[in-house]
């Protein structure tokens, strides 16, 4: 019989994860390669919701921790841009908004969603089954979990 070992080509992303109690990790998450996106890599939003129930963070001393999803409450990284696909711009909705999250911190920027006709509304994207929604910011993008969120207004 033989048996082929597949080799999962990833790369790193330095990142801040916060968690619910206040504690915060810096270091890298680990992107597997994607054949489906123009660079290569999958975003983080598609990380943090896979299924899966944890992901791995190199810490920056070195060390690698397994994290779990349900007690993340946001992770920051530089800017990711997953906005700049042509394609996608013709098809999605641009939404801002300003998202307080458990622990009182503030975010405004803008995210972008592919929503049916008539469900263009903040509600219709928020309320998306996915545990994680993407926020681009002037200076970075986060990923916020959105059962940790305390509120959010849309600013259109």
């Known amino acids: 019989m033989l048996t082929m070992a597949v080799k ?11 968690l619910a109690e206040g504690v915060i990790l810096e270091g890298c998450v680990f992107l597997q390669r ?22 791995a963070l190199k810490l920056t001393g070195g060390d690698v921790v397994l994290v779990p999803k349900a007690q993340v409450v946001h992770v920051s990284c530089p800017k990711f841009e997953t906005h700049d ?52 910011t002037q200076t970075e993008t986060v990923y916020i979990h959105r059962s940790l969120v305390r509120y959010i207004t849309a600013l259109d």
């Open 34 to 55: 994607s054949p489906i996106h123009v660079n290569g890599l999958e975003t983080p939003a598609e990380l943090l919701n896979r299924p899966e129930p944890f992901f």
């Open 85 to 136: 696909d042509e394609a996608r711009q013709l098809v999605a909705t641009v939404i801002n908004l300003r998202i307080v999250v458990t622990g009182g911190t503030v975010f405004e920027g803008s995210t972008m969603a592919e929503l049916p006709p008539g469900h263009s509304r903040a509600l219709d994207f928020l309320n998306s089954p996915e545990p994680f929604l993407e926020l681009v």
């Open 8 to 18: 999962f080509e990833t790369q790193t992303l330095t990142a801040k994860v916060t």
